[in-house]
Nanobody, 119 residues
Framework: QVQLVESGGGLVQAGGSLRLSCAAS???????????MGWYRQAPGKQRDLVAT????????NYADSVKGRFTISRDNAKNTVYLQMNSLKPEDTAVYFC?????????WGQGTQVTVSA
């Protein structure tokens, strides 16, 4: 099994920045099989939506249109950690942010971290 622990959430004013981290621990074999790491978010009463993904091997990234140019996803394979740098935050970015690591047969989620952006 793989455990994911997110950190870095909090309260910030509009226009501010936060950096989320997601650290993986557990089975090294299963971590090695991970293909894609990503961040998703879920606002109250809404579905969980993709924010950004990054491939473990070559670092190819993908972003939701709503965060392009403001958010940057990155990874440190040596530390088994993925990051989400969030700049120019808006009130509509307020949500619980979840980390996801997925492989051919595995799908792991973190517990979520709250991000609140005040106007």
């Amino acid at each position: 099994q793989v455990q994911l622990v997110e950190s870095g959430g909090g309260l910030v004013q509009a226009g501010g920045s936060l950096r989320l981290s997601c650290a993986a621990s557990g089975s090294i074999f299963r971590i090695f099989r991970i293909n894609v790491m990503g961040w998703y978010r879920q606002a109250p009463g809404k579905q969980r939506d993709l924010v950004a993904t990054i491939t473990r091997r070559d670092g190819t990234t993908n972003y939701a249109d709503s965060v392009k140019g403001r958010f940057t996803i990155s990874r440190d394979n040596a530390k088994n950690t993925v990051y989400l740098q969030m700049n120019s935050l808006k009130p509509e970015d307020t949500a619980v942010y979840f980390c996801n690591w997925a492989g051919p047969t595995d799908d792991y989620w973190g517990q979520g971290t709250q991000v609140t952006v005040s106007a």
